[in-house]
Every structure is written in structure tokens, then in C-alpha cells.
């Protein structure tokens, strides 16, 4: 069994992110480089010396990635300062907090090379890749790295959707290639879910597992089906909030969108509404997860003439380089709180108001503990005994938004249960883990709250 710092030798010696400068690869960047960083320090007479790419087809974004990596890497080193004093202990020239921090970011800014060129990675041993959810793209980048990288390199894509026995066989890759998906931001997310297929290597999975383990992430495994567990569950609670505004003909479509986010933020004690959650990974992106899970999962649709409506008007959604909320089905203030909803029929905002608010509010009704938000209860450390008494109580209410929350809590666990059945998951824990630290729900989807509905 390799020890931890031969596993960082073996490992994390000559890395590479591609696609470096966008906002997942940045983070999966940061958090590599803070990793090997870290264990340099302890290292001594020059033994490990790593080396990392940080890859992006636009050089432009080179100067703003140093910013972010530099800015982040003196907050970590300042909140982590009592592990570096002992990763450096036998260095007596470092003393103070400052000469730490210093050294730690001195080292990490020495690993790195900036660069557009594929061909100077290739001596890379462990390739992330973190360009957009498009197969086409994703195959012509790894058919040029099977060209240009070392044979026993080991490829890992975050991909959150595409199969990656596609990807291995349209780039004839020969099983050289696993799915490590980083949750957003990857810097900060404890979860990734890995995703093998049946002819993936063990000695790339087990790779997998120690890179995850250095890292201090906790893995999900997931089987190999379009939209994995996270997406296979998001995707389809999307189609189902989608479906629902339909339903609700007797308010406009601005209502219907407000009501729905409402329902699923509020009375599902949740961070964020399923219409501001779209709106964070981006509508774009949730249209090529939905347009990958239609094609590879034969016995449901996933469509929406909706969201084509909004990208044909360019509402996009997503975050700006700086981590900003663009405008999407909402319109946000500096601040992330909501204060229009995209109407594609005129193109324009309709106000989000308080009047309007106040009129939402009163179609949705009562909810239990109403007072109390997601934040005010994930602070709870009884949390779990208020869960379930909040929804005891929530299942005997008779509100609108109470009903309609009831319709998602059932609608979700048979999602779950689905996913199971289909062995995408190997258990209901395994979808619950994914929805509490993945999506910080407080809660996940199998469980025993409407059970006799």
C-alpha cells in the first residue's frame, strides 16, 4: 500500500486541467494546486517536484485564472495556517504565520505553466478535463490527447451527463478513461461522483479513489448512464417544475414560474428554487443535459419548448468569470435575490415587486414554521427532529403551495427509487448523499415523509 506522500509523487507529479480558465476548471485547478502545494512544503532536498497545466484555448483568460489562483491560494493558506506550520516543520527557517504563506504560495505559483498548446502536456501522467458538455468537442479533444499524450496517462472528464463509454469509443481510448465529477465549486464541494464503465481499468479507478482521497472529497460511484445520479436527478425534476407551469393555466406565465421556484425553495426547505437553480449551472447547459439524456435514455423524453424559448431570445443564465449571477429566468440584483422573471412573450422582465411577491404569497398559502428558512434550520443541530416535525405538519396542511411541495416530494422519491432500479445508483443512501452535499439539500428524496400519499 503506498504511503501519502508516494501516492503524490505517482499521482499528482505532472498534472494537467483542460479548459483551465472556465468556471469549473478553475476550481478543479485551485484545489489541485493547493493539494500539491501543501504536500511540497513537506517534502525535503527538492524530492517532489510537481508540476502543473493549466490548459485554455483562450490566452486572454490567463491573467484573470492568475488572479483567481493567486487571490485563493493566500485565503487558503491563511485559514489552513496550523497544517502547513506542520506540513514545514522541519523547515526552521519558516517561523512566522507570514514567511508560511509566503513559502505555500511561492511553491504553488512555481508548479504552474499557462499554456494553449495540447503538445506540452504531453508528459502529463493525471489529465482533468472540464470543457462544456458538448460530445463532439469532448471527442476531438481526446483524439488529439491519444495522439500526443503518454500510454499510461490517465484521463479524467468532468462531465456531469455524457456516457463515458461514448466518449472512450468514439475517441478510441481504450478504457483509459473515467468520470470524476467536481461539484460546483470544486475548491469547496466535499462531493465528486465517479463514474466507471464495465471495461474501466481497476487500476484507473483505484487511481481515482487515492486523487479523490488526497484531495479529501468524498465519492459517489455512479454507473454509467446518461446524466449519472446528480443530473439524473436534476434533469428530471426540471422536466417535472417544467411540466407544472403548464398545469397552472390560470396564472400567467410569469406567476406559474414564480410560484414553482417558490414552492421549491420554501416549503421544500431547500437554498434554492428549481427555476434559480437552472439559472445557476446555466439554461444553456441544462438544455445539453437534456438534449444528452433524451438521446441515450429510451423510455422518457426530455424537452421543453420553455427553455428553447429563452436561449432563442439569448437569456442564457449562468455565472460571469467573477462568480456573478447572470440574469435568467429571474433577473437579480447585486445581491442574488430575485427581482423580475423573464417573460419570452414580450422579452422582457416583469417586476418581481413586493406587491407582486405579497400576491404569490397569497396564493401559496400557509406553510409550517413559516418564519424559519433553509439557512435558519441547516444551522440546527437538531435539524433532523425539526425536519421531520415540519413535514408531520406539512403533509396535514391544506395550502396550495403545500400541496404542490407534497406532489414534489413524491414525484422526487420515485425519481430516486428509479434511478436505483436502474442501477445507476447502487443505493438510495447514494442518491440521498448526492442531493444533501451535492445540491446542499437538507434533506434527500428517499424518505418516509409522504408515504401514504
Not at 468520470?179 to 465517479?194: D, I, S, T
Not at 481499468?201 to 479523490?212: F, G, M, R, T
Not at 468524498?218 to 446524466?227: L, M, Q, R, Y
Request: hydrophobic share 35%; proline share 2%; net charge negative.
Amino acid at each position: 500500500m503506498l504511503d501519502n506522500k508516494q501516492k503524490m509523487c505517482d499521482l499528482l507529479s505532472n498534472v494537467s486541467v483542460i479548459g483551465a480558465a472556465g468556471k469549473m476548471g478553475r476550481g478543479i485547478s485551485l484545489l489541485l494546486i493547493q493539494a500539491m502545494a501543501k504536500h511540497k512544503l513537506s517534502y525535503k532536498n527538492n524530492e517532489y517536484q510537481p508540476s502543473i497545466y493549466l490548459v485554455d484555448n483562450n490566452p486572454k483568460s490567463f491573467h484573470s485564472l492568475n488572479d483567481y489562483i493567486k487571490s485563493n491560494l493566500s485565503k487558503f493558506a491563511e485559514r489552513n495556517i496550523n497544517q502547513l506550520r506542520e506540513s514545514c516543520a522541519e523547515d526552521k527557517t519558516l517561523v512566522d504565520n507570514i514567511d508560511i504563506v509566503n513559502a505555500f504560495i511561492n511553491e504553488a505559483l512555481s508548479m504552474i505553466q499557462m499554456t494553449s498548446d495540447l503538445t506540452q502536456i504531453s508528459e502529463s501522467k493525471t489529465i482533468f478535463e472540464a470543457v462544456i458538455e458538448n460530445l463532439e468537442l469532448k471527442t476531438e479533444l481526446y483524439t488529439k490527447l491519444r495522439s500526443i499524450c503518454r500510454n499510461d496517462a490517465y484521463f479524467f472528464s468532468n462531465t456531469s451527463s455524457i456516457p463515458i463509454s461514448l466518449i472512450n469509443e468514439k475517441a478510441s481510448l481504450d478504457n483509459r478513461i473515467l468520470g470524476f465529477h467536481f461539484y460546483n465549486p470544486p475548491p469547496v464541494q466535499k462531493l465528486v461522483e465517479l463514474i466507471r464503465t464495465p471495461n474501466t481499468d481497476d487500476k484507473l479507478v483505484n487511481a481515482a479513489h487515492e486523487i479523490a482521497t488526497i484531495l479529501n472529497k468524498t465519492i459517489i460511484v455512479s454507473n454509467d448512464t446518461a446524466g449519472f445520479i446528480g443530473n439524473g436527478f436534476f434533469a428530471r425534476e426540471g422536466s417535472y417544475a417544467l411540466s407544472k407551469i403548464t398545469e397552472l393555466s390560470e396564472y400567467s406565465l410569469t406567476e406559474s414560474i414564480y410560484l414553482i421556484n417558490k414552492v421549491t425553495s420554501d416549503f421544500l426547505l431547500r437554498p434554492l428554487g428549481i427555476f434559480q437553480l437552472i439559472d445557476y449551472v446555466g439554461i444553456d447547459v441544462f438544455k445539453m443535459i437534456f438534449e444528452i439524456m433524451d438521446t441515450h435514455i429510451a423510455d422518457e423524453s426530455f424537452y421543453s419548448e420553455l427553455i428553447d424559448n429563452y436561449l432563442e431570445a439569448g437569456i442564457t443564465g449562468g455565472q460571469t468569470t467573477t462568480g456573478s449571477q447572470k440574469d435568467g429566468f429571474f433577473q437579480y440584483d447585486e445581491k442574488s435575490n430575485i427581482i423580475g422573471i423573464y417573460d419570452p412573450n414580450t422579452k422582457s422582465y416583469h417586476s418581481a415587486d413586493d406587491i407582486f411577491k405579497q400576491q404569490i404569497q397569497i396564493i401559496l398559502g400557509h406553510r409550517p414554521f413559516s418564519a424559519l428558512s433553509w439557512r435558519d434550520i441547516s444551522k440546527d443541530t437538531c435539524r433532523d427532529n425539526f425536519i421531520q416535525k415540519y413535514f408531520s405538519e406539512l403533509k396535514n396542511e391544506r395550502s396550495f403551495g403545500s400541496e404542490l411541495a407534497r406532489q414534489f416530494i413524491v414525484h422526487g422519491a420515485q425519481v430516486a427509487h428509479k434511478l436505483v432500479a436502474d442501477k445507476v445508483a447502487e443505493t438510495e443512501q447514494d442518491v440521498n448523499r448526492i442531493m444533501t452535499m451535492g445540491f446542499h439539500h437538507l434533506y434527500g428524496p428517499c424518505n418516509q415523509f409522504m408515504e401514504d400519499e
